[in-house]
């Protein structure tokens, strides 16, 4: 009896252990983001960001056109009037013209795929960074989820600037140093806090989308797999009960 007992507990803390997935980067622990891959709505305004404020330096190599509109529930017209702002196809992938050596020309580092960053950076990652850029004394676009980003804030007119208030901090050793208490908008941008957090949001929804579609499905099936298996466990143990009556 004790062996099963340890054995259903084993089990037990192997699926709840397989059952969590943990994103590639650790780090300090992050806002949550608060996307939602099954809002469909906010997908498609992720949709319509990305499209107008990424692709121009993002490609998405392994999302087409036409499996975008069929989980977002677009119709090929909207699709192809609202997202396809290129000569390219419905039956097209999101890529672009851009080579990794004009990239770094023009960035000093060339703009990655982001086909799989939800995946590899998380969904929390995402909404740090794009809500993280702020302009440091001199001038320059900093990004306090990713140190000296090559990027510069292409949502800033929407945002706004913010712009760090330091603090003096003393380390071990009894150096001071500056570290950023808060940030401060200087110059405000055309949407409010709360709209430019949402726009995060819904951009956060859309890479985390596309870094596995088949999430929407997979998910929606999952339900009736777990439902199958309590319903099918039920009728084993009826069918037990059954055999050992005779045993006994
Ligand atoms: C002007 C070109 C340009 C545009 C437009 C642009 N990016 Fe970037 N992006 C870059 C470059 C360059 C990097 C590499 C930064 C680095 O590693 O220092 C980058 C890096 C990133 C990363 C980090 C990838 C990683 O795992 O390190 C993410 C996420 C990202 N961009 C998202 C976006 C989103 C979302 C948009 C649209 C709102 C966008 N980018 C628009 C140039 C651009």
Known sequence: MKIKATILLFSTAMLLAASFSVPASGGAALEPSGANINDTASLQRGAKWFVNYCLGCHSLDYQRYNRLAKDLQLSEEEVMQNL???DAKFGDTMSIAMSEEQGEAWFGKAPPDLSLVGRSRGGDWLYAYLRGFYQDKSGNWNNTALA??????????????QTPVYRQETNEQGYEHEVIAHFELTTPGIQSEQEYDETA???????????????????GIGVWVILFLVLFTFIAYLLKVEYWRDVH
């Open 84 to 86: 396809v702002l290129s």
């Open 148 to 161: 000296n980003a090559a990027m510069p804030h292409v949502l800033w007119q929407l945002q706004g600037i």
């Open 201 to 219: 949001r819904d951009l956060t929804a859309f890479l985390l989308y596309v870094g596995e579609p088949a999430a929407l499905q997979r998910k």
